[in-house]
């Protein structure tokens, strides 16, 4: 079974920076493309970011070149770097797994994730 364990989340103040980490457990680096998704209070789900199994990162436009995904392959754990961040990234943040093919990462269709870890940004 797909097993993802994030953390990390906190409280910011506004112009911070935040790093999140999740552990996958349960299945092959490359037989999944992972990512991250994002919901806040009252908002639809929107998806952050995703690396492909071959290693192509996309970011949604909202987080681009604040949001930074990193993986330490050795530890089955990616990463979340975020930086310059604002009140409207406050949301619980959630590790997810997706199939490496077709257009699923770049639209961040995931299929599977595990619990959340909140990130308030505070003005």
């Known amino acids: 079974d797909v097993q993802l364990q994030a953390s990390g989340g906190g409280l910011v103040q506004a112009g911070g920076s935040v790093r999140l980490s999740c552990t996958a457990s349960g299945f092959r680096r490359h037989d999944y493309s992972i990512g991250w998704f994002r919901q806040a209070p009252g908002l639809e789900r929107e998806g952050v970011s995703c690396?492909?199994?071959?290693?192509?990162?996309y970011y949604a436009d909202s987080v681009a070149g604040r949001f930074t995904m990193s993986s330490d392959n050795a530890k089955n754990t990616v990463y979340l770097q975020m930086d310059s961040l604002k009140p409207e990234d406050t949301a619980v943040y959630y590790c997810?797994?997706?199939?490496?093919?077709?257009?699923?990462?770049?639209?961040?269709?995931?299929?599977?994730w595990g619990q959340g870890t909140l990130v308030t940004v505070s003005s």
């Open positions: 690396v492909s199994g071959i290693g192509d990162t």
């Open positions: 997810a797994v997706t199939n490496p093919y077709g257009s699923n990462c770049p639209t961040f269709n995931f299929k599977s």
